[in-house]
């Protein structure tokens, strides 16, 4: 076999070729992980979304369509009184109603833009536990609450909203009392403010939909039971787990056609590897006739050629993965119902690895197959 240090001195010999191939194979790299991390930052948004405990209670009319719900402000008293298994913290049932629905916004710079609102009670952080201010206080009336990627969500530059800032939406001026987290969920992409203020503002004395937490599966089977049976309330009672579920089926093809960008980018990525290893190669015909002819065997010098060709996609590939942790991971990017963050995790770091690992064996296989296919006297011969 050949030395282990033969394939890096090769390597070194011709530096400005190894560092091209390498700097392209670092961006088909980077490309891959920032497919996967699209792919792994939706899933993870939805997946955190639903409470594991709560339930939703939404018009019966309207599907899955929370911002076209419309139901009787009554409701979330009626259901948690008639439905047993609604827990409860210091004796008041945990309940929260709330009004969601899409609004106009007008910025400080006279600039409109589309934003999701939502009207809730201090009751909602019982129910959503995911979610925490995180800046400022709970809204006095007049005030509003903002999610941390509402700038995201808006297309706008990151922190543009501080608290004590004032937006101009529903026909009036509303100032920022703080800021709000919700460990990477739908939320975070949302505008909060008192469910009156806002039933007031938009003359409406209607909810959205009523979210509760339940004590175990037999109280969201019940509650289930309840809405069904009650046809005069038109209602609907899901499992909020289950709502972002059916989102991320929803989401599938979206998902499906992220990874067959994966697959394209990799080949295009290997034919660019085939080119220039092509290169390469030929380029080394005298070499590899020479190491035949003072005794090594083909398969010795495949195997160096190899090495030299998964050192270079290797080192793509970790090069591409510490660019993506560094700058990629973590930017917040729009999409239908809000904004998410990529998230280059260690799925998409194996699959920017694979794929380097990958290109590299196969950009050099074939071209090194051909090259050994060729007569050694030829070879000593050619210029």
Known sequence: MLPWEYGIRNLLRRPTRSLLTLCALAIVSILILVTVGFIQGLTKTLDVSGGQQTAIVFSINMGENLEYSSIPMSSGDVVAGNVA???????????????FFGTQLQLKDGSETFGLLRGVTS??????????????????????????????????????????????????????????????????????????????????????LVAMKCEDDAAFSKLDL???????????????????????????????????????ISIAGLFAGLNTMFGAVIGRTREMAMLQAIGYSRRAIML???????????????????????????????????????KIDQIAVLAGCAAGFVMGLLGSLIPGVRAMKQDIVLGLKSI
């Open 226 to 264: 309840f809405c069904r049976q009650r046809y005069d309330l038109e209602l609907q009672s899901v499992a909020e787990r289950d709502y972002y579920a059916t989102l991320q089926r929803d989401y599938g093809p979206i998902r499906m056609l992220g990874w067959t960008m994966v697959g394209l």
């Open 85 to 99: 298994g609604i827990t409860k913290t210091d004796g008041v049932l945990d309940v929260s109603p709330e009004l």
């Open 123 to 208: 009751r909602v952080f019982r129910v959503r536990e995911q979610v925490s201010i995180t800046e400022g206080r709970w809204p006095e009336p007049g005030e509003i609450l903002v999610g941390s990627m509402v700038e995201t969500k808006l297309g706008l530059a990151a922190k543009q909203f501080e608290v004590g800032d004032t937006i101009e939406l529903e026909g009036g001026s509303w100032k920022i009392s703080g800021r709000f987290a919700a460990r990477g969920s739908v939320f975070e992409s949302e505008i909060w403010c008192r469910l009156t203020d806002l039933q007031q503002s938009t003359r409406r004395d209607d909810l959205s």
């Open 304 to 342: 160096s050629v190899l090495q030299e060709g998964v050192l270079l996609g290797m080192g793509g590939a970790i090069i591409g993965a510490l660019v993506s942790l560094v700058w990629i991971d973590g930017v917040a990017i729009r999409f239908t119902m809000g904004a998410f963050e990529l």
